[in-house]
């Protein structure tokens, strides 16, 4: 018999949360923001094999996916309980790292993420909470959200969950046809072209190369860059450890993929 519990507050969560912890038992927590998929499936299964618990935030129905697993608590709160009235919360100031990328064309929005994973933190203090390298520079943002207020929370990057043709896995697949996910390998195989030519250019030319190389393909590209892992600023020369990022349109669906160079 599945041994899951779900809770809708903070304060029963807690609760059941210390109780866990003064038994020695390790939490892990998936924070999850929207549609789910087998790429949440495949955080949660990683979170468990390092964790005695798995908390899983969800804003969606929390009991079409994880009747399989076994000690996973389900978070499915309502707004009011991971915005309380009375919290005081001051934005941190991420050095620019929010503003490239993403956060060029969605102005704002990493804010709002740090806010919110801040709060979910505050109230699960997890041993370990586990992110999509897809979403790297999401990643990248909750690193240094965690330096910045001492959290006792580890961040465990998982790779990311693809598709057999290479495709990440993403809950915006389901609004591509066979066409579009045919025209969208276009991603995948761009990055592998900045991965496999790595070592002949340096990546100002590999950047140009690569950007070429995708519009070779059908998808309308947002960015493409080659940045420093840790400060996303543009990689100068492949000293330090350097990720490609993409993002593009294919038809009106927004994708995003990266890959560790």
Request: proline share 3%; hydrophobic share 40%.
């Amino acid at each position: 018999m599945p041994k899951n519990r779900l809770f809708t507050t903070s304060r029963d969560l807690r609760s059941a949360l210390s109780l866990l912890q003064e038994k020695g038992l390790s939490i892990g927590f998936v924070p999850t923001m929207g549609a789910l998929h087998a790429g949440h499936l495949s955080l949660i299964d990683r979170a468990l094999s390092e964790n005695d618990w798995v908390v899983i935030s969800i804003f969606v129905n929390p009991t079409q996916f994880i009747g399989s697993r076994n000690n996973c608590i389900i978070f499915h709160p309502e707004i009011a309980e991971v915005y309380p009235q009375n919290q005081f919360f001051v934005p941190i100031d991420l050095k620019g790292i929010d503003a490239v990328m993403e956060g060029k064309f969605r102005p704002g929005h990493f804010k709002g993420v740090v806010h919110v994973v801040h709060n979910f933190f505050q109230i699960i203090k997890a041993n370990r909470a586990y992110f999509g390298q897809k979403d790297f520079q999401q990643l990248a943002i909750i690193r240094k959200m965690v330096a910045h207020f001492n959290f006792s929370t580890e961040i465990v990057s998982c790779e990311t969950l693809r598709e057999s043709s290479g495709l990440a896995m993403s809950s915006r697949n389901m609004r591509l046809n066979s066409s579009d996910i045919e025209a969208a390998l276009i991603i995948y195989k761009t990055l592998l072209f900045v991965k496999e030519n790595k070592s002949k250019m340096n990546p100002q030319s590999l950047k140009t190369s690569a950007t070429d190389f995708f519009k070779s393909g059908d998808l309308q590209l947002e960015y493409l860059e080659i940045v420093d892992e840790k400060t996303l600023t543009n990689a100068e020369d492949w000293q330090s450890t350097n990720v490609c990022c993409i993002a593009a349109y294919c038809n009106k669906v927004r994708l995003i993929d990266n890959i560790v160079l």
